[in-house]
């Protein structure tokens, strides 16, 4: 049959999703979210779910697919990552109250949030330990700035960021989320794209920054905003973008948004994309948090400490006051091993305040995010007395902020069970003794069921049935049951007079009677009424508990703060890190240093001991470089990546693996690998490198610290060389900046003679019978050669292939020697490309005839013998 009739439902179906194109409508019918049309086609493609049809709209079947709402968060999260945004439309009355209208008349439904990357809130759709964030880039007159949320914790910066540094802001952050305006054309998509963020763009109004400042002063209820600092146009356009989104987004029910706290320009040391990606700071190359230097040095307690880490370890400081006092307080616990002990023992137990919280404020918790508060705030007074004769700045500080909460911990206490359930609906969450009133109606719900229990043994009594049973169910309420052999007797005189039948099943037949449904009455209201008080004391102890947000919001952040000085110590401790001097000298020097993930694996894979090696950028106020040579496999590049990592570590306020570290400040930190592939943005490999050699020769200053990893191997030889050569004089004459530079081109080792702050070191190995051997260990001077051969032969490249690269690069290395000669006679000898060279023939083995020839002596011979010789050896030529 069709229809080309519009029901009423699909009426009001396509009028919502008309207002949410961008997005996949959940459209809630009863116990699922069903979707129609294009949605249904792209969700269940998505979510791997039966396309069904339901329907016709315009003489076309309607696609329909659909959720069950109970199982809802799952698909949620799959939606998100494969980059959908989702509205949530619910049902907005009782479908009884619908039906007063009319009996045609359908349920009122509105959207009530839409969910897209950058506004999560569920702990099942975040990562416990790491932020997501939503940002918002504005440009005003020329003056750009960049503002971000992490909605979930409550958290809201903000920093004035031109056009350039956007990219490495944007790296440094990684969001899920960028907002851009529709009528500017920010260069963001391809970083965002690097980093698997969403772009959206929001109308022009939403940047507006005089209604944006309107915005945020109704926001905090403050007249103007000056109590938080003085803002810009760009500024204040950016945070008025993300709160208009965030009112869009979460339907008008704005999350808890702590004020406005400004980045300091210059305040974190510069990491571009680039570096960060190729450093694996806190992502490893293949993607994820496995094998990166986060996770290695990963020792906090809480999830609170952990984003705490994240956010150090991705913005290192540069201001020696903040780095010296997060260094004392790590000396300190570590120092006090007993405390520490005492206080991550403390910390274990500390839940996500800040997600519990964040999500109270926008009316999507339950009773357990009240325990958390509860919880979490006890174990903060307990920690406060556990440090509070401790005598360390930042601890002390930190501390302070754990009490003063004595007032809703004490509510929390009495109103609280232990272990209240995940949803305020299934109730049983408020103690007894808290409510007179409550207790009195659980007393009178709890009755009733023990009323029921003595009614089924009176009526098995009564009816000689032993196996009648009285249950409950959705549909019919309390009903008394038996099985269908025993129908006949219950609906016969005299039983039928008090037995009502109700329903007959299969096996069973169902009853009630007068008392049993006056008791369900009585018991349903009882059950109702104590819900709805539950209800009640639910939203004053939430309201309790907003109202202290400033405060538990402080504890929070003291909680991580004292959690990420505990493990940072912790870590020093069981890995013997040394404390850093960090200071306004232009030193780099570094005694006994490690890779931290790399000597991590190695003692994983039970491999031999992390060789220590020595860094020592001495040169004062001038450029210091070290350029390193040796062969494949030594070690160069964890060498060089090793002391990019102590700097960054040291920066951000932790111990470093390494005997003795003493670091000048610094600014920038640069990390680059000669042609790595980055086909995805359809650079060729060359040309990624040049961009990103380009990128560090136009921006560093003589306090950065620049790691080069064999640039200028993605071209010719002489090209490569060239342009090495180049980029090492230009970080010395130009930048002055302090860089450890490593390259096969040996050529290059002369520089040292001529740049007076260059110097050479080499990796070394040695050389046993044919084969190398790897000491990993760095030293001064140049190396002699590549062994890149030796290697190959190691990784099992075929033998005479091996054998003819010897011959070549013989031929090669004599020809530079004698003016390319020899090269040219080796390119006319051809045969490079020839199958099976006849290189260096292994000598043959003796043939049986040689051997046999070999074994007489012709003097001793007689004629007859010999003769015999001669026929024995031709017949031994036919076989
Ligand atoms: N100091 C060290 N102690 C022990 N093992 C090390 C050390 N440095 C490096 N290694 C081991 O050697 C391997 C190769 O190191 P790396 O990649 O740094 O060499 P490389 O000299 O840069 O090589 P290539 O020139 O081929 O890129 C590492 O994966 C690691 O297992």
């Not at 450029?623 to 920066?651: C, D, E, H, V, Y």
Request: net charge negative; charged share 25%.
């Amino acid at each position: 049959m069709t229809d080309d009739s519009v029901t009423p439902m699909m009426a009001q179906y396509l009028e919502i999703k008309a207002q949410y194109s961008d997005a996949i409508l959940f459209y809630r019918m009863g116990d699922f979210y069903e979707m129609f049309f294009d949605d249904a086609v792209a969700a269940s493609e998505a979510l791997d779910i039966a396309l069904t049809k339901r329907g016709f709209h315009l003489g076309e079947p309607i696609p329909m697919c659909g959720v069950p709402v109970v199982a809802a968060e799952g698909h949620l999260l799959s939606l998100i990552r494969k980059g959908f945004r989702v509205a949530i439309a619910e049902q907005m009355e009782d479908p009884a109250e619908a039906k007063k209208r009319g009996s045609k008349s359908v349920v009122r439904r509105d959207v009530v949030r839409l969910v897209t990357p950058g506004t999560l809130t569920e702990d099942s759709l975040l990562e416990a330990r790491r932020h997501n964030f939503l940002c918002a880039w504005a440009e005003v007159r020329d003056e750009g700035a960049l503002a971000w949320t992490d909605i979930s914790t409550g958290e809201l910066r903000v920093m004035p960021c031109a056009r350039a540094r956007l990219a490495p802001e944007l790296a440094r952050l990684m969001p899920r989320e960028i907002l851009v305006s529709d009528a500017s054309d920010t260069p963001v998509t391809s970083v965002a794209t690097d980093l698997g963020a969403a772009v959206t763009e929001v109308a022009r109004a939403s940047y507006d920054s005089a209604g944006a400042e309107r915005r945020l002063c109704a926001l905090w209820q403050v007249a103007t905003l000056d109590a938080f600092g003085t803002y810009g146009r760009a500024e204040l356009s950016a945070m008025g973008a993300l709160v208009d989104y965030l009112d869009l987004t979460q339907r008008g029910k704005l999350p808890l948004l702590r004020p406005p706290v400004r980045e300091a320009l210059g305040g974190a040391m510069l990491i571009d994309a680039a570096t960060r990606r190729n450093l694996e700071i806190t992502s490893a190359l293949a993607g994820g948090r496995a094998g990166s230097l986060l996770e290695t040095v990963d020792r906090t307690a809480t999830a609170g400490g952990a984003r705490l880490l994240e956010r150090r370890l991705s913005a290192p400081s540069r201001d020696l006051n903040v780095i010296s006092g997060r260094l004392d307080s790590v000396d300190c616990l570590l120092a006090q091993s007993g405390l520490r002990n005492q206080l991550r023992e403390a910390l274990r137990r500390v839940p996500d305040m800040d997600r519990a919280l964040s999500r109270l404020a926008l009316d999507r918790g339950g009773p357990r995010d009240l325990a958390a508060i509860r919880n979490g705030l006890s174990q903060a007074q307990l920690i406060a007395s556990l440090v509070a004769g401790v005598d360390d700045g930042l601890l002390t500080q930190a501390a302070k902020s754990l009490t003063g909460n004595e007032d809703i911990i004490s509510l929390l206490d009495q109103s609280l069970v232990e272990d209240p359930p995940l949803l305020a609906r299934d109730g049983g969450f408020i103690s007894a003794g808290f409510d007179p009133d409550l207790d009195e109606t659980r007393k009178l719900r709890d009755e009733g069921r023990a009323v029921i229990a003595g009614m089924q043994a009176d009526y098995a009594a009564e009816t000689g049935v032993q196996s009648l049973k009285i249950k409950h169910n959705n549909v019919l309420g309390y009903f008394i049951e038996v099985t269908a052999t025993h129908a006949e007797k219950m609906m016969s005189a005299p039983l039928n007079e008090k037995f009502i039948h109700r329903q007959t099943t299969a096996n069973q037949v169902r009853f009630t009677t007068l008392p049993l449904s006056e008791l369900e009455t009585r018991i349903l209201n009882a059950g109702n009424h104590a819900l709805e008080l539950e209800k009640n004391h639910f939203n004053r102890l939430r309201t309790a508990i907003l109202s202290a947000a400033g405060p538990i919001g402080f504890a929070a952040a003291g909680l991580a703060e004292l959690d990420v000085a505990a493990a940072f110590a912790d870590l020093a401790s069981g890995e013997g890190w040394t404390r850093p001097r960090v200071d306004a000298s232009h030193a780099f020097l570094i005694e006994g240093g490690r890779h931290p993930v790399v000597e991590r694996a190695l003692q994983r894979q039970g491999a031999a001991a992390f060789v220590a090696n020595d860094c020592a950028l001495t040169a004062r106020d001038a450029p210091a470089i070290w350029l390193l040579t040796g062969p494949n496999m030594a070690g160069k590049s964890t060498f060089l990546r090793q002391n990019a990592l102590i700097a960054l570590l040291a920066q951000s306020g932790s111990f470093v693996p390494a005997a003795k570290a003493h670091i000048g400040l610094v600014s920038q930190l640069f990390s680059r690998v000669g042609a790595s592939d980055d086909l995805a943005r359809g650079r060729s490999t060359f040309m990624v490198e040049m961009v990103e050699t380009a990128a560090i020769l136009n921006q560093a200053d003589d306090r950065a610290f620049v790691i080069l990893d064999e640039i200028g191997r993605g071209t010719a030889t002489y090209d490569g060389l060239s342009i090495a050569w180049a980029t090492l004089e230009h970080l010395h004459d130009a930048n002055r900046c302090r860089a450890l530079f490593a390259t096969h081109y040996h050529e290059m080792t002369s520089l040292a003679q001529k740049l007076p702050g260059v110097e050479n070191a080499t990796v070394s190995v040695k050389e046993w019978k044919g084969d190398v051997i790897f000491l990993h260990e760095v030293r001064r001077g140049a190396a002699d050669r590549s062994y890149g051969v030796q290697v190959a032969k190691l990784a099992g490249l075929p033998e005479p292939v091996i054998e003819r690269a010897k011959v070549v690069l013989e031929a090669l290395e004599s020809g530079d020697r004698d003016g390319g000669n020899r090269r040219r006679t080796l390119v006319d000898d051809l045969p490079l490309f020839r199958i099976a060279p006849p290189v260096s023939p292994a000598p043959p083995k003796e043939s049986a005839l040689e051997e046999r020839l070999k074994s007489v002596n012709p003097d001793e011979l007689t004629p007859m013998a010999a003769l015999n010789l001669v026929y024995e050896l031709k017949k031994a030529l036919a076989e």
